[in-house]
């Protein structure tokens, strides 16, 4: 089997890693200057443990994919709508697994015409350190729901090395994805309108008494949804990528456009249809914002 993974960044370059000791792996990549970099040097996993992996996937710029491969996606959500009319002309028998964080891709990839279309939610922490080096900042599980299609053709990480590259095969690709949005909510605009690292949230008593807060406030607007989600949850995920810097601080830090909206402001809007308002979380929202409009004008 034969995969591609377009977008180059955190964790494309890990999921790509994992998967390159087991299959033969396509990066598509945005710069051609990381194209000859990867196809020069290869692709360095630091591990958990300091030792590091290194992979030899082929990386391109060209938007291309074979025939019989599987396709991953792991761009930014606000990077999405360059290659969805490249995803739309793809064969339809081509499956597409999409590992965005946030809820408005859903929807839009719903209107794709492949057969075989799956989403993700990972858990684990990467960080990319430069065009060829990957940092493995948690182990977490990679959570996987088949939207439609065979569940057979998205097998590919089954065989992965499951110590350090956890999957899990969930039902339900818009519960899975509401869930994580919550998790990311908490930790995702605190990590980055803090700047701190994902650990200190529950390592400090102000932040972690604010988390508490936040889940009173959620869960009186989703009673049903979060039934099953519990406080320990948010704490665990806090811990388990405690040396991670959240994707959303990376943007801030990066002066990059961050996920908020379609995170935080998925999250605000879906309380709103059904009359609550998230005053704690509108906050981090807004401060985001300005932080986004801080680095617009630098
Ligand atoms: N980082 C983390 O720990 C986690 C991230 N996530 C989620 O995973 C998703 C990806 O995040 P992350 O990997 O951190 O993001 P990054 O910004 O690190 O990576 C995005 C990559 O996409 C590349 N890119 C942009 N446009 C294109 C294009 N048209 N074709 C090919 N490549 C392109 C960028 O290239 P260039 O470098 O040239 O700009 C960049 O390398 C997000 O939704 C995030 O929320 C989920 C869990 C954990
Ligand atoms: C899992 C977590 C919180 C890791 O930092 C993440 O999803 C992110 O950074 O966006």
Do not use: W
Not at 111 to 128: D, I, N, R, T, V
Not at 160 to 171: A, G, L, S, T
Request: neutral net charge; aromatic residues 8%.
């Amino acid at each position: 089997m034969e995969v591609v993974v377009i977008g180059a960044g955190a964790v494309g370059m890990l999921v790509a890693s994992f998967l390159n000791e087991k299959f033969r792996v396509t990066l598509v990549v945005r710069r051609e200057e990381q194209a000859c970099k990867i196809n020069q040097n290869g692709l360095t996993r630091i591990n958990i443990d300091q030792t590091t992996s290194k992979t030899n996937p082929i990386a391109t710029t060209k938007l291309q994919v074979p025939e019989k491969a599987v396709v991953l996606v792991a761009l930014k959500y606000g990077q999405l709508h360059e290659v969805y009319p490249f995803l739309k002309e793809m064969n339809n028998e081509t499956p597409i697994l999409f590992l965005q964080n946030g809820l408005s891709h859903y929807e839009e990839a719903l209107h794709l015409p492949q057969e075989h279309l799956a989403f993700s939610s990972c858990q684990f922490g990467a960080q990319k350190e430069n065009d060829t080096t990957v940092v493995h900042r948690g182990i977490g599980t990679l959570k996987l729901a088949v939207e439609r299609g065979s569940k057979d053709t998205f097998v590919l990480f089954i065989d992965i090395n499951q110590e350090r590259f956890p999957v899990e095969y969930m039902k339900d690709a818009e519960q899975m994805l509401f869930d994580k949005a919550l998790l990311n909510s908490f930790i995702n605009p605190l990590t980055a309108i803090l700047n701190v690292k994902n650990g200190f949230l529950v390592e400090n008593a102000s932040t972690l008494q604010l988390l508490e807060q936040m889940y009173e406030e959620l869960k009186s607007a989703f009673p049903l949804e979060m039934n099953q989600f519990t406080f320990e949850e948010v704490k665990k995920l806090c811990k388990k990528t405690a040396q991670n810097t959240s994707s959303m601080l990376a943007d801030i830090s990066n002066q990059r456009i961050t996920e908020v909206d379609t995170i935080v402001g998925a999250i605000i809007k879906k309380a709103s249809m059904k009359g609550h308002q998230l005053p704690i979380l509108k906050t981090l929202y807004s401060l985001v914002k300005a932080l986004e409009e801080r680095s617009e004008k630098m």
